[in-house]
């Protein structure tokens, strides 16, 4: 199992770009989320998705946008970054059950200028 | 609303020396709580979980935590620090029967010789 991965690891924007971060697990987990880490703030939940077909916004979801069309990949969209969304971001999946803890991929680490 | 706060954003201890990290959470209903450790430029792994069965709990490399209910608090311990423990970790906290984690801002313990 490679359980869950990140792409690209590393990524500068100019202001006003677009780009997608993928995430692809093969846990056959139902849940999957989205946080971004910034220095000192622990991480901030920005989409989480219960199934195929479903997602929802967490505490941080502007200037962003998720979909999950199958089980195993959950793609974030930024669609105009702003230098705000310079942050690391990880990817997560869950078996969904209370208690059941995430697994977390590597992260991406985006830099806007 | 649930919170989490970690006291300390940075311990230091000798190579040997008992690693105490603090956790304290805020929650209207009995939780579930996480301790989670992040190595540089990697993901997040799971430490330990408590989900309401004992209420010291161990994990891996030797740490464990316990949960008092009374002091809404769960602490992070190991008895004797090696190098190899030095890294952030990371409190979180969910309700029972929902499946989004809360974490707290992160401790970066250092281990030193």
């Known amino acids: 199992n490679a359980g869950v991965t990140q792409t690209p690891k590393f990524r500068i924007l100019k202001i006003g770009q677009s780009m997608t971060l993928q995430c692809t697990q093969d846990m056959n987990h139902n849940y999957m989320y989205w946080y971004r880490q910034d220095p000192g703030m622990g991480l901030k939940l920005i989409y989480y998705?219960?199934?195929?077909?479903?997602?929802d916004k967490g505490e941080v979801p502007n200037g962003y946008n998720v979909s999950r069309s199958t089980t195993e990949d959950f793609p974030l969209r930024l669609e105009l970054a702003a230098p705000s969304q310079t942050s690391v971001y990880f990817c997560?999946?869950?078996?969904?059950?209370?208690?059941?803890?995430?697994?977390f991929g590597p992260g991406t680490r985006l830099t806007v200028l | 609303a649930q919170s989490v706060t970690q006291l300390g954003s940075h311990v230091s201890v000798s190579e040997g020396a008992l690693v105490l990290l603090r956790c304290n959470y805020s929650?209207?209903?009995?939780?579930?709580l996480f301790w989670y450790v992040q190595y540089p430029n990697q993901g997040l792994q799971l430490l330990l979980k408590y989900t309401s069965a004992a209420t010291l709990v161990k994990g891996i490399n030797g740490f464990e935590a316990e949960f008092k209910k009374s002091e809404t608090s769960f602490h992070l311990t190991k008895p004797s620090a090696h190098m190899s423990d030095a890294a952030e970790y990371f409190c979180a906290v969910s309700e029972q029967g929902y499946n989004k984690l809360i974490f707290g801002a992160g401790t970066r313990l250092a281990v030193h010789p």
């Open positions: 997560a999946s869950s078996q969904g059950t209370s208690g059941s803890g995430e697994f």
């Open positions: 998705s219960v199934g195929a077909g479903i997602t």
């Open positions: 929650s209207s209903v009995p939780p579930y």
